[in-house]
């Protein structure tokens, strides 16, 4: 009998086993690949997600992988860019971090490891089911069939949704966005910024480069349109295609090659009215709707939510009291810590579905150091919460003065 089988190894996954294993907790630890694996991402780390890496001791093992990035480019449909540099924040650092998921999440489950979490890979979990001490897990291996039992789950299994409707947590599939990316290597002029592309992509959404080393960078484009039950994923192709052969991108690409193929993902966005608690199970990340509205970034959220349910339910295990209605008051956690910025986030999101809205601020926050760091703070998630809840949030002040010219 475990204490909690945390389902899904990923970012969210392992920090939850690791600060749960870490506080002595009996944590099994499930997914269905061996580590490392590649994973589907942008591969970018904000400054909020170094400060969580930071946290659980892996800063310095990653940064010797890593691409460190000081700064954000952005780039209005009409071709103007605009730069700022990252400044420290909030306990946060002033610079971001471009590490391959291969290499990011294999890390944090080793850590879970190292802290006494067990983790038993190529192990695909087909249901739960409680009973009268916890619950079962049920799952697949290549022996066949095997079950496990503990008295609480951890769901952090991404966009996937199966396991949550079986589990009962979700009543039909969510609502998801599409992402695609390629890898490419022996670019001749990469800068070391991370830089977000609102030309040459349907709107709303963006494309990226981001830097993986001095010659190489992770280049996508995510659409920021829901598509129901993952469709339209196909579409993800052709306009990646378009991106890659704008202008701009063919100039930075000259003479450089593509180092494997375009990869699409689903993303879910949310977090504002999913269902984070079942009976005797919750879920992290992305398995809660905890990705940004705005610009896809979910590894953050992943971190900070593993974090916030292991202590959770540390607190519960200490206490002794496991009862539903004290689960539950995990979803007060979560709502207290994102709601108002998951919101905040929605209600912009059609803002930059907009060309000219998208060109006039731009045009606005090239003029003022000022609004480029508040523009920054917003496609890095870095914009605090108590501001995101007041009704003059900082997109409204910046959004003033590109409609004013600024003169």
């Not at 103007?80 to 294999?106: C, F, H, K, N, W």
């Not at 998801?176 to 390629?182: D, E, M, N």
């Not at 959404?205 to 829901?226: D, K, T």
């Not at 995990?330 to 709502?335: C, E, I, P, S, W």
Request: net charge positive; proline share 5%; with cysteine.
């Amino acid at each position: 009998m475990h204490d909690v089988i945390v389902i899904g190894a990923g970012p969210g996954g392992s920090t939850t086993a690791h600060y749960l294993a870490q506080a002595g907790l009996n944590v099994l630890l499930l997914d269905k690949f061996d580590f490392p694996r590649e994973k589907t991402c942008g591969d970018a780390l904000t400054p909020r997600a170094v400060a969580q890496l930071d946290a659980l001791g892996l800063l310095p093992q990653l940064q010797a992988a890593a691409q460190r990035v000081s700064g954000v480019e952005v780039v209005a449909p009409s071709g103007l860019m605009t730069r700022a540099e990252l400044s420290a924040q909030a306990g946060r650092p002033d610079y971001a971090l471009v590490v391959p998921r291969l290499i990011l999440d294999a890390a944090i489950c080793e850590r879970a490891i190292r802290s006494g979490a067990r983790f038993q890979g190529q192990t695909h979990v087909t249901a739960i089911e409680t009973t009268s001490s916890g619950i079962l897990v049920r799952a697949r291996q290549a022996g066949g069939t095997v079950a496990f039992t503990g008295r609480l789950a951890v769901i952090a299994t991404g966009a996937s949704p199966k396991l949550l409707l079986q589990a009962g947590l979700l009543q039909q599939p969510p609502h998801t966005i599409v992402a695609a990316r390629a890898y490419f290597e022996d670019i001749p002029d990469l800068s070391r910024h991370l830089r977000f592309h609102f030309n040459g992509v349907p709107l709303p959404g963006y494309g990226w480069v981001f830097p993986l080393s001095e010659s190489s960078a992770n280049i996508g484009i995510g659409s920021l349109r829901a598509a129901q039950n993952g469709t339209g994923r196909s579409g993800k192709s052709a306009d990646f295609a378009h991106f890659i052969a704008t202008p701009a991108i063919q100039a930075l690409l000259s003479g450089a090659r593509q180092g494997g193929p375009v990869k699409s993902y689903p993303l879910r966005t949310d977090f504002a009215t999913a269902p984070t608690v079942g009976e005797r199970v919750l879920a992290v990340g992305e398995a809660a709707g905890l990705v940004n509205p705005i610009t896809g970034e979910g590894i953050d959220y992943a971190l900070e939510s593993g974090k916030l349910a292991a202590a959770h339910l540390i607190e519960l295990f200490r206490t002794g009291d496991l009862s539903q209605p004290a689960l539950q008051c995990y979803d007060g956690v979560l709502r207290e810590h994102f709601q108002p910025l998951f919101v905040y986030c929605r209600r912009r999101q059609r803002l930059i579905g907009s060309r000219w809205v998208l060109n006039q601020l731009i045009r606005a926050v090239d003029r003022r150091v000022a609004y480029r760091q508040k523009l920054i703070n917003i496609l890095l998630g870095q914009v605090e919460i108590s501001m995101a809840a007041s009704q003059k949030p900082l997109w409204k002040t910046v959004l003033s003065a590109a409609t004013a010219g600024l003169r």
